[in-house]
């Protein structure tokens, strides 16, 4: 028990002397000491913190926002076969550039074009019944309804004809676009069914750019809105303009989607790729910009210090776009203002502080 009784006595001397030696550090802090992290010094004439700041002034201010986004291409589709079939001809050489309407892929037809040839037939012959039974109705030979059933026979041959030119059309696959097609995935001899990829085909002059932008942007960009980007591989910068917006704002992000369109005259650009884009928001006129590290994140808001008869008074702003080292001040500063860019952790209302002003 004794052993005890000394064990808890020494642990309450050593707790009362790390409570002492507290007090006194602190007391040594608020009589003359830095804050630990700050700038500021404090005079050793006591004329107050020495701390430097700006002097406000206006600027003009551009806004540029800088985000990703894809490369796509203005068109693209997987040519597919709409039958099946034996592939009798390939007429396109991998990787080249195709016409709209020109034939890439022949698909065997011998068998549609039999029935073709039958469907013809009999709609010759129907054609010329018809036409026998017109003049006998003429002559009052038969009634009309018998008239009437030979037409109509007619024109279901008509119909069963264009059918099957549909269906002998569908065997040859053209191109629905101009554009580059890629690597071809058949071979001549090969039975091709709707679900075998034939090849990709892609319209990439112009591409389009795909991105987004949170919404609190939305208002200031536009339709023909110029953009610049560039990708990685290629120190060249490219241009395009916005020509459309998403009408409604995602919900599960809160940005708003936003194509652009790039010339592409040399396939430069590929679809799929990453591009890192700065777009034009506005221009804004007598500008107020002030260090980043002026400002100082508070509960509700955001306040910096301002320097009035040697004195530090805290200020509260609103704020608008953030550069690398700048910030936009919407409200709360005025010109000639001095805002006091260090010491700000150090920093009391109403303390003494000797300013060195900055080029700004």
């Given at each position: 028990m004794?052993?005890?009784?000394?064990?808890?006595?020494?642990?309450a001397?050593?707790?009362?002397?790390?409570?002492?030696?507290?007090?006194?550090?602190?007391k040594?802090i608020e009589?003359?000491?830095?804050?630990g992290?700050?700038k500021?010094?404090?005079?050793?004439?006591g004329?107050?913190?020495?701390?430097?700041?700006?002097?406000?002034?206006?600027?003009?201010f551009?806004s540029?926002?800088e985000?990703?986004?894809s490369?796509?291409?203005?068109?693209?589709v997987?040519?597919r076969s709409e039958v099946a079939?034996?592939?009798?001809?390939?007429y396109?050489?991998?990787?080249?550039n195709v016409?709209?309407?020109?034939?890439?892929?022949?698909i065997n037809?011998?068998?549609?074009?039999?029935?073709?040839?039958e469907?013809?037939?009999r709609?010759?012959?129907s054609a010329?019944?018809?036409?026998r039974?017109?003049?006998?109705?003429?002559k009052?030979?038969?009634?009309?309804?018998e008239?009437d059933t030979?037409q109509a026979e007619?024109?279901t041959?008509?119909?069963q004809?264009?059918l099957i030119?549909?269906?002998?059309a569908k065997?040859s696959?053209?191109?629905?676009?101009?554009?580059?097609?890629?690597?071809?995935?058949?071979?001549?001899?090969?039975?091709?069914?709707?679900?075998?990829v034939?090849?990709?085909l892609?319209?990439?002059?112009p591409?389009?750019?795909?991105?987004s932008?949170?919404?609190?942007?939305v208002?200031?960009?536009k339709?023909?809105?110029s953009i610049s980007?560039?990708i990685?591989?290629n120190?060249k910068?490219?241009t395009g303009?916005?020509?459309?917006i998403?009408?409604g704002?995602?919900?599960q992000?809160?940005?708003l989607?936003?194509?652009?369109?790039a010339?592409n005259?040399n396939?430069?650009?590929?679809p799929g790729?990453?591009?890192?884009?700065k777009l034009s928001?506005s221009?804004?006129?007598?500008?107020?910009l002030?260090?980043?590290?002026a400002?100082?994140p508070?509960?509700?808001?955001?306040?910096?210090?301002i320097?009035?008869?040697?004195k530090?008074q805290?200020?509260?702003?609103?704020t608008?776009?953030?550069?690398?080292d700048?910030i936009?001040?919407?409200?709360?500063l005025?010109v000639?203002?001095?805002?006091l860019?260090?010491?700000?952790?150090?920093?009391?209302?109403d303390?003494a502080?000797?300013?060195?002003?900055?080029?700004?």
């Amino acid at each position: 028990m004794k052993k005890r009784y000394i064990f808890y006595l020494v642990l309450a001397l050593g707790l009362a002397y790390l409570v002492y030696y507290r007090i006194t550090e602190n007391k040594k802090i608020e009589g003359g000491g830095t804050a630990g992290g700050s700038k500021g010094t404090k005079d050793k004439s006591g004329a107050g913190l020495n701390v430097d700041g700006i002097v406000v002034k206006t600027s003009d201010f551009s806004s540029n926002l800088e985000i990703t986004g894809s490369i796509e291409a203005n068109e693209a589709v997987t040519l597919r076969s709409e039958v099946a079939g034996l592939v009798t001809g390939i007429y396109f050489k991998e990787g080249s550039n195709v016409s709209k309407g020109t034939t890439l892929v022949k698909i065997n037809d011998r068998d549609i074009q039999a029935q073709l040839k039958e469907a013809l037939t009999r709609q010759n012959l129907s054609a010329s019944n018809e036409n026998r039974a017109k003049q006998l109705l003429e002559k009052g030979a038969i009634s009309q309804e018998e008239y009437d059933t030979s037409q109509a026979e007619l024109q279901t041959l008509k119909s069963q004809v264009q059918l099957i030119r549909a269906q002998l059309a569908k065997t040859s696959i053209v191109a629905p676009f101009s554009g580059k097609i890629g690597l071809r995935n058949i071979s001549v001899g090969g039975y091709l069914t709707p679900s075998t990829v034939i090849a990709n085909l892609l319209s990439i002059n112009p591409v389009k750019i795909g991105f987004s932008i949170p919404e609190k942007y939305v208002s200031q960009l536009k339709t023909n809105s110029s953009i610049s980007f560039n990708i990685d591989g290629n120190n060249k910068t490219y241009t395009g303009k916005v020509f459309a917006i998403e009408p409604g704002i995602n919900e599960q992000t809160r940005t708003l989607q936003i194509k652009a369109l790039a010339p592409n005259a040399n396939n430069e650009l590929l679809p799929g790729s990453f591009a890192k884009i700065k777009l034009s928001l506005s221009v804004i006129k007598d500008a107020i910009l002030i260090p980043t590290e002026a400002v100082i994140p508070v509960l509700k808001g955001k306040v910096v210090y301002i320097t009035k008869n040697g004195k530090a008074q805290q200020v509260p702003i609103e704020t608008g776009t953030r550069t690398a080292d700048r910030i936009l001040v919407l409200s709360g500063l005025n010109v000639g203002d001095t805002v006091l860019t260090t010491g700000a952790m150090a920093l009391k209302p109403d303390a003494a502080v000797k300013v060195k002003i900055a080029n700004n």
